[in-house]
């Protein structure tokens, strides 16, 4: 992989804000994935003849909108490659989940370099004599290239079995639960307290401000994920970095990076209050 002209891999930047090969200068309602060298969307002349995404047999819901907040939904059907059994799942309440050809894309020529056993097991593929051939073909016919016995570069980790969309809709769930239950005003009394008993200044305006800016950072860039519009900054470098960072995690790292900085941001609003409420009480060590 290389970085040319910046380019992150097959995909470059370009002066219109291209994301990857999304660019937010098309007239359509949402930005197009285009797979080299064969195009993978209706009405152009090269899309004729592709092999269909596999008929799914799965009986379980598809989930297309648990998208967290702050993001923008987008349909994946139209460039559907396989609908895939979540993993994670009550029993009675099992969920099946979209991938995309262009995740297929980012899965073998992205960071993790997965081979074509791994993608079988990850699209919870039937064994068959011939299994490995067949999706192979339907990727190429779709414009990815799945080379015979590659090797993976990722380790084995939890992260890999999931699909792009599974792995937001956990963001989802987890941004849920933490918005709910996570100890904002707690934890921003035991800093106030910690920078008390050290006799510390605690410079509420500094944290508060450094949240914001983080906060700032991570919204204002959106790498490619199943189900998400993408959104280019003007920073190329920091672009291509949470591109990677997406492509490692699967979307997972994005969404969950947003909330922990917007929890940290409400410690920091509270820690204003608690500081404040100390300097009123003319207790040494705060202003």
């Known amino acids: 992989m290389s970085f040319n002209n910046q380019s992150y891999g097959n995909m470059s930047y370009g002066a219109t804000q291209d994301y990857g090969s999304y660019s937010t200068s098309t007239p359509t309602s949402y930005p197009t994935w285009v797979p080299m060298p064969i195009p993978s969307y209706p009405n152009h002349p090269g899309y004729l003849g592709l092999t269909e995404p596999r008929k799914s047999d799965s009986k379980n819901p598809v989930v297309v909108d648990a998208i967290p907040g702050g993001f923008k939904a987008i349909n994946p059907k139209d460039t559907e490659f396989d609908v895939v059994s979540g993993r994670f799942g009550m029993t009675t309440n099992q969920k099946s989940y979209q991938t995309t050809v262009e995740e297929m894309k980012r899965r073998i020529e992205g960071p993790e370099k997965l081979n074509s056993s791994n993608m079988a097991c990850n699209l919870k593929r039937p064994k068959l004599r011939n299994g490995g051939d067949l999706m192979r073909t339907q990727l190429r016919d779709r414009g990815v290239e799945l080379m015979l016995n590659c090797r993976q570069v990722a380790f084995?980790?939890?992260?890999?079995?999931?699909?792009?969309?599974?792995?937001?809709?956990?963001?989802?769930?987890?941004?849920?639960?933490?918005?709910?239950?996570?100890?904002?005003?707690?934890?921003?009394?035991?800093?106030?307290?910690?920078?008390?008993?050290?006799?510390?200044?605690?410079?509420?305006?500094?944290?508060?401000?450094?949240?914001?800016?983080?906060?700032?950072?991570?919204?204002?860039?959106?790498?490619?994920?199943?189900?998400?519009?993408?959104?280019?900054?003007?920073?190329?470098?920091?672009?291509?970095?949470?591109?990677?960072?997406?492509?490692?995690?699967?979307?997972?790292?994005?969404?969950?990076?947003?909330?922990?900085?917007?929890?940290?941001?409400?410690?920091?609003?509270?820690?204003?209050?608690?500081?404040?409420?100390?300097?009123?009480?003319?207790?040494?060590?705060?202003?």
Not at 176 to 205: Q, W
Not at 215 to 230: A, D, L, Q, R
């Open 156 to 287: 084995p980790n939890k992260l890999i079995p999931l699909v792009e969309a599974e792995a937001i809709n956990l963001g989802h769930d987890l941004g849920t639960l933490v918005d709910e239950d996570y100890p904002v005003e707690d934890i921003a009394k035991e800093v106030a307290m910690e920078a008390k008993n050290k006799n510390e200044l605690a410079d509420k305006t500094g944290f508060l401000e450094c949240m914001e800016s983080l906060e700032s950072v991570f919204t204002s860039v959106v790498p490619p994920m199943t189900g998400i519009m993408p959104v280019p900054s003007d920073n190329k470098d920091l672009n291509r970095s949470m591109e990677q960072f997406s492509c490692v995690t699967h979307g997972l790292g994005i969404v969950t990076s947003r909330m922990w900085v917007r929890q940290m941001k409400e410690v920091g609003k509270k820690l204003t209050e608690e500081v404040e409420k100390e300097a009123a009480y003319s207790i040494p060590g705060f202003y």
